[in-house]
């Protein structure tokens, strides 16, 4: 309104000086690519103790806790066609929400009951997501966890989703432990025919993993599971920048103080046990979107390098990953979003 008075020069320096006083730290923007959402901790209920919930539901305060700490995306991870079917359902209700379909390494057995059924109820998931799916996963091999399904039946699902991918034009969201030498001999086979390759995410392989991994084209996801040990730090630091992705995996993978990486966090937010339980409060060892600011902060210090000009980078591999339309025209839109903030 008081545009007629003054230059146009002056008024872009009295804008600048207005932003440099009042906002001193430019607002981050995150999307976390891998939250289990469903998870029944987000509904009290720990150690799948039904009948005991240690709380209400919160999920609700959850997210907001997200959105206020720069979240504008968050991709719900879904593990088994159940788990798939209800992210999707939880996705369709914010337009901020997404979800995956897949079948996790650990769940194979569940696969193994009727095979066919079980690849066409993906399928009927991915068909009916439309754009609210924007991975194939969760699937992989996880060698640390056999007692839930054997060696053998996973590397036939990883397989068996790795074919029926094939049929979908999207990204994979990937799952490897302990298992590497298997994992990277299938993944190099089926890499070619994969056009929008995907992330190995959780991350907590070798150097020489990430290297081949990037190399046929893949991303890496890393969470507080990856920043565990020295060596997890030292792997971190050379993947190569425009391979790297931010998740929390959560209600999982936190950043605990005993992990090698907590030195570097800076942002802490408070939190109580569960039976003490409050709206505003985060909960003691469940993981939750908003934390996705330490993994930012640990990834940026160990590498050396500015957090927020590496935060806006791994926003782009973000969104070039899963949201390529978007990338197509965030460009004038941040164009038009800076203009305007300095005027
Ligand atoms: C995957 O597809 C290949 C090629 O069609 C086939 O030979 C293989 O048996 C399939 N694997 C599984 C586990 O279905
Ligand atoms: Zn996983």
């Given at each position: 309104?008081?545009?007629?008075?003054?230059?146009?020069?002056?008024?872009?320096?009295?804008?600048?000086?207005?932003?440099?006083?009042?906002?001193?730290?430019?607002?981050?923007?995150?999307?976390?690519?891998?939250?289990?959402?469903?998870?029944?901790?987000?509904?009290?209920?720990?150690?799948?103790?039904?009948?005991?919930?240690?709380?209400?539901?919160?999920?609700?305060?959850?997210?907001?806790?997200?959105?206020?700490?720069?979240?504008?995306?968050?991709?719900?991870?879904?593990?088994?066609?159940?788990?798939?079917?209800?992210?999707?359902?939880?996705?369709?209700?914010?337009?901020?929400?997404?979800?995956?379909?897949?079948?996790?390494?650990?769940?194979?057995?569940?696969?193994?009951?009727?095979?066919?059924?079980?690849?066409?109820?993906?399928?009927?998931?991915?068909?009916?997501?439309?754009?609210?799916?924007?991975?194939?996963?969760?699937?992989?091999?996880?060698?640390?966890?056999?007692?839930?399904?054997?060696?053998?039946?996973?590397?036939?699902?990883?397989?068996?989703?790795l074919n029926l991918s094939l049929n979908h034009n999207l990204p994979l969201f990937l799952h490897c432990r302990n298992a590497e030498s298997d994992f990277m001999r299938i993944i190099k086979e089926y890499a070619p025919k994969l056009s929008r390759k995907g992330v190995v995410h959780s991350f907590d392989g070798t150097t020489q993993q990430a290297l081949d991994l990037t190399d046929l084209g893949f991303y890496i996801g890393i969470n507080g599971c990856s920043l565990k040990t020295i060596e997890n730090l030292e792997v971190l630091k050379s993947i190569p920048e425009d391979r790297l992705l931010l998740e929390t995996d959560c209600p999982w993978c936190e950043v605990k103080q005993s992990h090698a990486g907590y030195s570097y966090v800076k942002t802490k937010h408070d939190n109580v046990k569960n039976m003490k339980w409050v709206p505003d409060k985060m909960v003691k060892s469940r993981n939750e979107p908003a934390n996705i600011v330490q993994i930012l902060e640990i990834v940026a210090a160990v590498r050396g390098v500015d957090q927020e000009r590496l935060g806006s980078k791994i926003h782009t591999n973000t969104l070039r990953l899963f949201f390529p339309h978007e990338l197509a025209h965030s460009d004038t839109t941040n164009h038009a979003d800076g203009t305007e903030r300095a005027v």
């Open positions: 309104m008081h545009t007629n008075l003054l230059t146009a020069f002056g008024l872009l320096s009295f804008c600048r000086l207005f932003h440099l006083q009042n906002t001193p730290s430019f607002k981050m923007k995150f999307i976390d690519i891998g939250a289990n959402l469903k998870d029944g901790m987000y509904q009290g209920i720990y150690n799948g103790k039904t009948e005991n919930p240690k709380h209400e539901p919160d999920l609700e305060h959850v997210l907001r806790r997200a959105w206020d700490a720069g979240l504008h995306k968050i991709i719900i991870t879904g593990t088994n066609v159940a788990d798939s079917q209800s992210a999707l359902k939880l996705a369709q209700s914010d337009e901020r929400l997404y979800s995956t379909v897949g079948c996790h390494p650990t769940q194979c057995t569940e696969y193994e009951s009727d095979p066919d059924a079980y690849s066409q109820s993906l399928d009927k998931l991915i068909r009916e997501g439309g754009n609210k799916v924007v991975a194939f996963g969760e699937f992989g091999l996880d060698y640390d966890r056999l007692q839930y399904c054997p060696k053998e039946i996973q590397l036939k699902y990883f397989e068996k989703q």
